[in-house]
């Protein structure tokens, strides 16, 4: 069976007890595959306290159906491994969010929120609980126009 090259970048760092991911391009079951294998590396950090995720989407261009199903699973089991909060920032009237709406688990546990800018993500999970500060060097990060 014939391995396709991943399609999709991505940023990942841990912040306290956020992880923050920033993701740009079209993606494919491969690059998901290789960011749930960068995240499963953060978890260890996290001592198996309950963590949040924010996710800059503004670059992300939608993913393939196969990349959907993957990341379903993927993000349902990081719920089961202490994901309780993520936000996303997306343009408003995006279709991302319609995908994103998909994808994200139906979980008393979880709750997810989009939102336009770093620092509306950044207030919303402060008020979930999580301290997430990113300085500009951090927000630059963000950006993974090259």
Known sequence: MKRFTAHGKYKLWLENQVIVLAAAGGWNKEAAQELFESI???????????????????QWELGT????????????????????????????????????????????????TFVETPEQAINWLKEQGFNCVLDNSMQSHLCLAE
């Open 65 to 112: 159906p196969d990349f959907q199903y993957l990341t379903e699973s993927a993000l349902q089991e990081l719920v089961e491994q202490g994901l309780t909060r993520e936000v996303f920032i997306v343009q408003k009237g995006s279709l991302k969010k319609d995908q994103l709406k998909l994808i994200t688990p139906k979980d008393s546990r979880y709750q997810r």
């Open 40 to 58: 499963s590396q953060l978890l260890p950090a996290l001592n198996g306290n309950k963590f949040a995720k924010l996710v800059d989407a503004r």
